[in-house]
């Protein structure tokens, strides 16, 4: 696996409010959208970057992917029906950073493109984020109610925990037999080697 790119802080807080491309195409399985950039991700360009982030250990222990990919692997999901997008575009240090008006502006726009796009699954990489941006309260972990619907069929959303470091409340194993349980739903097969 590729070490992580190193960088100052000073490069750090130039990136923030940077934007990080998506990862997308229409019709996928799986769109998965994070809360925001972070620092790192919008450093490197390639997102979930944070070297304490599980997104990518836990997509492969999940069957997602054939091996753990590297954050810089981004665009090989694609091939595998999965993308990669965020509720808020811009970068921050920490996603208590943005304002709960931004949350909810990002939910419109992440529900124009998600119509625009028709993935099977939304799968929001934190409830609490999920919660803010849809002004669903009460939402839990898993399915959720609420769909998008768009010219390429409905969208099912689910709300997955979030991979980040500072998420104690989940060990990577536990992300993982949830992630699982999203990758049931939506059809795909196991794709762990052995």
């Known amino acids: 696996m590729t070490p992580s790119p190193r960088f100052s802080a000073e ?12 990862v997308v195409a229409g019709g996928l399985s799986v769109l998965f959208c994070g809360i925001n950039p972070g620092l790192m991700t ?4 390639h997102h979930f970057a944070r070297p304490g982030n599980r997104f990518w250990p ?10 753990r990919f ?3 692997e981004q665009r090989e999901l694609l091939a595998y029906g999965l993308g ?3 509720v808020v575009a811009r970068a921050s240090a920490r996603a208590d950073e943005l304002s709960a008006e931004e949350y909810r502006e990002g939910g419109r726009i992440l529900t124009g493109k998600v119509a625009r796009l028709g993935p099977r699954w939304l799968a929001v990489v934190g409830v609490t984020a999920y919660r803010t941006a849809f002004g669903e ?11 998008i619907e768009g010219p390429l069929g409905t969208t099912r959303i689910w709300a997955l925990p979030n991979p980040s470091g500072l998420n104690a409340h989940w060990t990577a194993a536990t992300m993982a037999e949830e992630f699982a349980r999203l990758r049931e739903a939506a059809g795909l097969p196991d794709r762990r080697a052995g």
Do not use: C
């Not at 919008?42 to 360009?45: E, I, M, R, S």
């Not at 492969?60 to 992917?65: A, E, I, M, V």
């Open 42 to 45: 919008a450093a490197t360009g």
């Open 58 to 67: 836990v997509l492969h222990l999940s069957g997602f992917t054939p091996r």
């Open 70 to 72: 590297a954050p810089a």
């Open 11 to 22: 490069e750090l807080q130039a990136a923030r409010d940077r934007v990080v491309p998506d």
């Open 84 to 86: 990669i997008t965020n």
């Open 137 to 147: 309260k009460g939402a839990a972990i898993g399915p959720q109610e609420r769909v």
